[in-house]
């Protein structure tokens, strides 16, 4: 096949000494030097700011090419099979231009190293191995590894014979069941593997390959949620002391129930989650709130769907899911992160909404990790940072839909194990998305080609990630293909509309075999696994089954909508086959030219898990008052501790990741995440208008604090609801129509001290819910996230929940944002402070926990008051009594009124004795006491603000100053004066250390 | 009198449902079509008053942002869209379809440029006459990075744009692009863009003079934002004033007096009314 390589080099100058070209292996059997000098001209560079040569590769041409000005030379390219969107897109523009005899092309970076600059060096910094290949050479040599390279690059894949192999289960023994688990990347544990052998010797033979892996796949974790719904024997009463005395048992609940010392539990899910939703309901059927339509549900689907469902307005439904993708985040930063955004998207396709915008929450180690602390096979985590946020970034805003809310946190807890939560909200006609899959519904794939990337993607993230897990699953990793996935987009919405179709699920983890399995649960499928189009030769029929190819959704089409949804496809590029077709015999049948694959009972693939068994044992932490940094006994001036606070990279400013986001397309955003009179300050909820012809808006919200989790996950859980309530109600939503989603990120259940963690975090999401009156409509567990090192050594990450709330906004010209907004203006600070500095961000800032003596508490949230607290502040709000208004979270008083004068450009003048003469000066600034929020206040709207808020604790601190000084005094006693430009300098610094 | 907006939808444009908002509000009927529909022949071009090419990231970008659609705009579009230019009706390319509109020698259009500018390698030039012309081109930010943030934009106030008429203050709009940084092969090409009145619209600070990071976002020459042909009917820009067309756009709306409308609503205006009077 005759080869051509195009070099496209820019005309500007490098920043740096290393300088980057693109190159293009062009290949074809008739492909001519006068199709690639069309291409080259036309297509492959822009003249203007790029020059570009083009050869035929043979050794003549390399060794007569004009060598490059370098010292040695890098070339890397995407691995084949692994996806190249750049090659494809010089395909598909060859396509358009009539250029015949195109059959290959691939893209490749060559970079130019100038003499200090070591290859190896560089090569591990530019590529990511699991990917990408690569070739080094001098300017001029090793021409014929050159033309090995690229021929490499272009071979066809090996063909393969397909075939169906028998695994010998029946006569295996319980060492054998485990080896064939293990080597399989199976993730079963004994039991599991024992139950598929009964069923294979009641059956009389062994399972074949596709058998055993599409069981593996619907019994995985990432799948089934065994651990969520496992029977659990709970031990543990010792409270800690930094929770003191239980308290109010009508309140908690929950926490009462476990703090009856042994208790067993039949799944997690419903004994938490799924009944704090149905017991808000029922209570708000009892007594409905101001709103509610007494004939209409508010909440339409929770737990059942892909994503949760709620109603909007008198017409739409709105929907809401956050995923989680970390394993394949923590080895291919970008690629993960990057499907991470296209699978939640396709979550919200699978409900027939069309998806409008994105919450992205993401937990890192320190940037400033020594670079010899990192375990091997660990990449740092500043390039994770930069990776995630790349590809985040790339795959919202290729599908046009706006970054609007969430979160960047960093901990060395996560540092092997960085997490990666994607979400999306999608709005649709109320009652658009079909549910009634019928035998004789063709089943239908659509979107992009099958290949043999993603296989175990859903088993591999059920297995902790170690030093050779890059080697062993690399295939679990993706690059996502954006575009694909606006194109099915595009044509989904379409056939919605046109209801061609009459259910509807994403093709996720565990690919075919899931989302066909799942659909046809209820009934019966078949499938002819050769129809499925791929992107090449050479997989193995199970292969084909189990891809976890991004970008396709699957569908059950009606046969006499057949022809028109197909058309719909063909007429907007969209790639669509009927792959076979759902049946009434509750089976599932897969198949390869005839040659059966599959043939399993849906009833023993959905039903015939063992249920789990987990022990959970809880043992209250001693929390010691020695950690922390800086001198021993050493509380440094607190102005100090201030601006050190404010360059935390939890608490510092994420504009630069912010900025790379578009949080402006579709026109919605109306409360946008940088908010005030430079468009730079931190706002705490994104409020979204999704009707422009209507007032309503949606607000966003996230809470999540890992520290508190170190100390107890139950008052974590409680204090992320809270933080959630908070960023919503601080807009403007309504905190009595807000539902909230549950994602737990944690290490391994199998461990007993782990699953009593998420024991506790469970059941405060219950006593949280219940006690808001906000339900959880959908939630997602990611077990599992630890790091075995090559010593066997295990470190799981801190127990992390996310909770993320959607409110309800009745008017968005009531919308408030954070920043102060006038010298002059009262602020009062809403709610009471405790000492609650367990866990505190003041201790990262160099205090030391030694040389505080008062009291210490883990931040507990008042359930009795903080309902009422949110609900009175919601109703100032739209009343449009309040100018600004921010919630209290990391850092505390102090942080937030920084935060507020930054963004503001105005000064702060606040007397915190005011509150409380006694209190210490470290818990009054510092301290992270919950359901605490700073307004601004006009002062003639300042009695109508307080009548409103009769009953709920308020302090009024001070006023607003035209002379930008942040001032926190006691009496006369200054404690801090800070301009407000040395406040910005400082937590616009934080991220410096990421490159972004 | 019905005045019939196209926007071309293709695959990766995801701002069509925005233009088509601010089409509405500016007194026009929309109709968001795919660019495979006017290829084969379904939808007649010339049976609209007006086109936008709305942004996105067509085809993925992948070659060069608008590289692709560029194509099939010259090579499946052309005589359609020729014509429709040449009929002085009002064409609008923001963003992505600025970048399409460039890359497919419609922007800045026929500019006499001197021989030099197209040295284009080592390969013997066979482009389009259309893309042999183009002297101008736009290209990475010089942050490197994509950016969303608010922009202000002044009117050229030489310049032959019909559509930007009447802007007598800057506007304030966001962007959010990776590949907005207009350059030309050559100063000289740079200068005639101003000499023969193409350049539209210019980002602008809060005071006089060159506007610097980040009220230039991206490092364009000479602060431009937008060109328009010599005829002056067709305009391409970065920013995004669809975006700009509702109160509670503006990103400080609950910080100052109440806006009847948002700021970028006048293009869109103009433009229909340009086509009104046509």
């Not at chain 1, 046109?498 to 989302?515: K, M, P, W």
Request: aromatic share 4%; with cysteine; proline share 7%.
């Amino acid at each position: 096949m005759p080869l051509f390589l195009v070099t496209v080099a820019p005309r500007e100058p490098p920043p740096s000494g290393v300088s980057a070209q693109t190159l293009y292996l062009l290949g074809g059997s008739a492909l001519e030097g006068e199709a690639v000098a069309l291409l080259t001209d036309t297509l492959l560079h822009d003249p203007v700011v790029q020059t570009a040569t083009w050869l035929p590769l043979t050794a003549e041409a390399l060794a007569a090419e004009p060598r490059p000005i370098a010292s040695s030379v890098i070339e890397i390219a995407y691995r084949p099979g692994v996806t190249d969107n750049t090659g494809e897109m010089v395909l598909e523009g060859a396509r358009r231009l009539g250029v015949a005899g195109l059959g290959q092309a691939r893209a490749l970076r060559r970079y130019l190293l100038p003499p200090d600059a070591d290859p190896e060096a560089l090569a591990a910094q530019l590529m990511i191995e699991l990917v990408q290949t690569r070739l080094s050479y001098r300017p001029g040599e090793a021409i014929a590894d050159r033309l090995a390279f690229y021929q490499a690059l272009v071979a066809p894949p090996a063909e393969a014979r397909p075939r169906v192999a028998r695994v010998p289960l029946r006569h295996a023994d319980d060492d054998e069941l485990l080896r064939i688990s293990r080597e399989g990347v199976l993730a079963l544990d004994l039991a599991e593997m024992r139950a598929v052998r009964a069923h294979f010797v009641a059956l009389g033979r062994d399972p074949t390959d596709g058998e055993i892996e599409t069981i593996a796949q619907t019994w995985s974790e990432h799948c089934s949620h065994k651990s969520f719904k496992a029977r659990v024997r709970y031990r543990g009463t010792a409270q800690s002391p930094l929770t003191g005395d239980s308290p109010d048992a009508a309140l908690h609940p929950m926490l009462n129930r476990l703090a009856q010392g042994d208790v067993e539990l039949d799944s997690l899910i419903r004994t938490f989650l799924m009944a704090a939703t149905t017991q808000v309901l029922e209570a708000r059927a009892r007594q409905p709130v101001a709103g509610d339509d007494p004939d209409a549900p508010w909440v339409l689907s929770a737990f059942v769907d892909n994503a949760g469902i709620i109603a909007f307005g008198p017409d739409h439904e709105v929907s809401i899911k956050v995923e989680t993708h970390n394993h394949p985040s923590a080895l291919e930063p970008f690629g993960g992160a990057n499907t991470g955004v296209g699978g939640v998207i396709r979550d919200v396709l699978g409900v027939s909404a069309e998806p409008i915008a994105n919450l992205d929450v993401l937990c890192f180690g320190m940037p400033d990790t020594p670079a010899e602390d990192l375990q091997p096979g660990v990449l740092h985590p500043a390039r994770v940072a930069a990776g995630v946020v790349a590809g985040v970034r790339d795959y919202g805003n290729k599908l046009g839909i706006p970054t609007v809310a969430g979160a960047v946190l960093f901990d060395p807890g996560y540092t092997a194990n960085p997490l990666v939560y994607c979400g999306t909200v999608g709005i649709a006609p109320r009652g658009a998305h079909p549910r009634h899959v019928q035998p004789g519904d063709a089943i239908v794939v659509l979107g992009g080609r099958t290949g043999r990337d993603g296989i175990h993607g859903a088993t591999f993230s059920s297995e902790e990630l170690t030093h050779t897990s890059a080697a062993t699953v690399g295939s679990a990793v993706q690059i996502g293909d954006p575009i694909t996935e606006k194109k099915l987009l595009d044509v989904l919405l379409q056939a919605r509309d046109r209801r061609l179709y009459s259910a509807i699920t994403d093709c996720g983890a565990g690919g075919l075999s899931s989302a066909v399995g799942e659909m046809g649960a209820e009934c019966g499928a078949s499938v002819a696994l050769e129809r499925v189009p791929r992107k090449y030769a050479g997989l193995q029929p199970w292969e084909v089954w189990l891809s976890e190819a991004q970008e396709r959704m699957v569908l059950a089409v009606p046969p006499q909508q057949l022809e028109a949804f197909l058309a719909l496809c063909t007429e907007e590029d969209v790639e669509a086959t009927a792959i076979g077709q759902f049946t009434d015999d509750g089976r599932l049948r897969v198949s390869h030219h005839g040659e059966p694959v599959v043939d399993l009972a849906m009833a023993f693939l959905h039903d015939g898990r063992p249920q789990r068994m987990l022990e959970a044992v809880w043992e209250a932490q001693e929390y010691t008052r020695t950690e922390g940094q800086g001198a021993p006994d050493a509380i440094p001036p607190l102005s100090e501790l201030l601006l050190r606070l404010l360059a935390h990279p939890n608490i510092a400013s994420k504009e630069r990741i912010v900025r790379t986001y578009d949080h402006e397309v579709r026109g919605a955003t109306v409360i946008k995440p940088l908010v005030g009179a430079r468009m730079d300050g931190p706002g705490d909820g994104a409020v979204l208008q999704p009707l422009a012809a209507r007032p309503e808006g949606l607000a966003l919200g996230c809470g999540i604090n890992p520290r508190y989790g170190k100390i107890d996950p139950y008052w974590m859980a409680l204090a992320a609801v809270d933080e959630a309530l908070r960023n919503v109600v601080a807009v403007g939503g309504d905190p009595g129509r807000t539902a909230i989603l549950d994602n737990f990120c944690w290490g391994d259940p199998r461990q007993p001290d782990r699953m009593a963690g998420l024991v506790r975090a469970a059941a405060g999401c219950y006593d949280a819910a219940v006690a808001f009156g906000t339900p959880f409509i959908s939630g997602k567990d990611s077990l599992n996230n630890e790091y075995r090192d090559s010593s066997g050594a295990r470190v799981a990450i801190p127990p992390t929940l996310l909770i993320s709330a959607l409110a309800y906004v009745p008017d968005v010209r009531r919308c408030v944002t954070m920043d102060l907004k006038r010298a002059g203006s009262l602020i009062y600070l809403i709610g009471a402070t405790g000492p609650d500095l367990a866990g505190a961000h003041v201790w990262d800032a160099g205090a030391n926990p030694g040389a505080y003596s008062g009291p210490l508490a883990l931040p507990r949230v008042n359930l009795a008051t903080a309902r009422a607290s949110f609900a009175a502040l919601h109703r100032a709000i739209s009343a449009g009594l309040v100018l600004a208004c921010h919630d209290l979270s990391e850092g505390g008083l102090a942080v937030a009124a920084a935060e507020m004068c930054i963004a503001g450009d105005l000064g702060l003048a606040l007397d915190v004795t005011a509150r409380d003469a006694s209190a210490h000066p470290l818990v009054a600034l510092f301290s992270e006491t919950p359901s605490r929020f700073l307004v601004e206040i006009d002062p003639a709207a300042a009695p109508a603000f307080e009548t409103i808020m009769a009953g709920v604790t308020m302090t009024r601190l001070g006023t607003v100053t035209a002379e930008p000084l942040l001032r926190i005094h006691t009496g006369e006693t200054d404690l801090l004066a800070l301009d407000v430009a040395a406040l910005r300098v400082a937590w616009q610094s934080g991220l410096d250390g990421i490159e972004l | 009198m019905t005045i019939r907006v196209l926007i071309l939808r293709a695959p990766g444009i995801n701002r069509d449902q925005d233009a088509a908002l601010a089409c509405t509000l500016a007194g026009g009927t929309p109709e968001r079509v795919h660019v495979n529909r006017v290829a084969e022949g379904a939808v007649r071009l010339a049976d609209y008053a007006m086109l936008v090419i709305p942004g996105g990231f067509s085809y993925g970008d992948h070659l060069g942002a608008g590289r692709l659609l560029a194509v099939d705009l010259a090579h499946r579009l052309g005589e359609q869209l020729e014509q429709f230019v040449a009929d002085g009706r009002p064409v609008i390319g923001i963003c992505n379809g600025f970048q399409v509109l460039v890359k497919a020698g419609i922007l800045p259009g026929p500019v006499e440029q001197p021989s030099a500018a197209h040295d284009a390698g080592a390969t013997p030039s066979s482009a389009s006459p259309a893309l042999r012309r183009m002297p101008v081109t736009l290209t990475d930010n010089r942050s490197a990075r994509f950016e969303c943030r608010w922009v202000r934009l002044a009117a050229e106030p030489s310049s032959r744009c019909l559509l930007t008429r009447g802007l007598s203050h800057p506007i304030e709009v966001p962007v959010a692009h990776g590949e907005g940084r207009l350059v030309v092969s050559d100063p000289a090409a740079g200068a005639s863009l101003q000499a023969q009145g193409l350049v539209a619209l210019r980002y602008v600070g809060t005071v006089r003079g060159p506007a610097g990071y980040p009220a230039n976002p991206n490092g364009s020459l000479d602060d431009i934002a937008g060109l328009c042909n010599p005829q002056g009917n067709v305009l391409g820009l970065m920013p995004h004033p669809e975006n700009a067309v509702l109160p509670q756009q503006h990103p400080r709306w609950t910080r100052e007096p109440a806006r009847e409308e948002g700021d970028g609503l006048v293009i869109f205006r103009n433009a229909v009314q340009y086509a009104a009077s046509l």
